[in-house]
Structure formats: structure tokens, C-alpha cells
Nanobody, 122 residues
Framework: QVQLVESGGGLMQAGGSLRLSCAASGRTFSGYGMGWFRQAPGKEREFVATINQSSGRTLYADSVKGRFTISRDNAKNTVYLQMNSLKPEDTAVYYC???????????????WGQGTQVTVSS
């Protein structure tokens, strides 16, 4: 069992930056691929970014490529999402997830956090 707790969300103006954190506890964090997803009101949950266990492989949604960076610190059991050049369309609840690989498909993740709200004003 893995428990995930996101933090770092908030209100930001367009063009600004936020860094989300996801702290993991429970089973060995370094054994999991980690992902970030988001869900805007009235929309389905969508993939944002993923990183594999060794940080050797990352994958991003086209909508965030070049603006967002996923990273992890296995010593701190934490995964991060650095979000730059924020846009109003980035407004959503952001969720981190843990699974046995790094995939863009939510079905590949076994554990989910409770989410953190990110709101970007124009």
C-alpha cells in the first residue's frame, strides 16, 4: 500500500509558475513509476506527465510539453511537477499516482492522491 499526498497548488496569474509536490509513504517509493494527471470541471481526467523509477525516462502531454517538468527524489520519497508559463486552461485538480511503470494511461496506476487545486487566472 502506498499513500500519496499532494501539495503546492493554489491561485496563480497566467504566465506564473507553481511547483507541485507529492509525498509518498508506505511501500518502497523507488519501485514505482509516478505520474501526474489533472481533471478540470466537467472534463475527464487527463494525463500530464510521468517518470519512471530511475528518472531515466519522462513523458509529457503535448499540452504541457516545454512548460512542465516532472522530477523525483527517491531519497525524499517525493515527486514534483514544476509548472511554468501557466495558462488559464491549466486550471484543474492535479493528482499524483503511483504504478509499476511509467505510462500515460491512468489504468496503469494503482495508487492515487487526493488532489490539489490549481487555478490560473487570466
Amino acid at each position: 500500500q502506498v499513500q500519496l499526498v499532494e501539495s503546492g497548488g493554489g491561485l496563480m496569474q497566467a504566465g506564473g509558475s507553481l511547483r507541485l509536490s507529492c509525498a509518498a509513504s508506505g511501500r518502497t517509493f523507488s519501485g514505482y513509476g509516478m505520474g501526474w494527471f489533472r481533471q478540470a470541471p466537467g472534463k475527464e481526467r487527463e494525463f500530464v506527465a510521468t517518470i519512471n523509477q530511475s528518472s531515466g525516462r519522462t513523458l509529457y502531454a503535448d499540452s504541457v510539453k516545454g512548460r512542465f517538468t516532472i522530477s523525483r527524489d527517491n531519497a525524499k520519497n517525493t515527486v514534483y511537477l514544476q509548472m511554468n508559463s501557466l495558462k488559464p486552461e491549466d486550471t484543474a485538480v492535479y493528482y499524483c499516482a503511483a504504478g509499476y511503470g511509467a505510462t500515460m494511461f491512468h489504468i496503469g496506476y494503482n495508487y492515487w492522491g487526493q488532489g490539489t487545486q490549481v487555478t490560473v487566472s487570466s
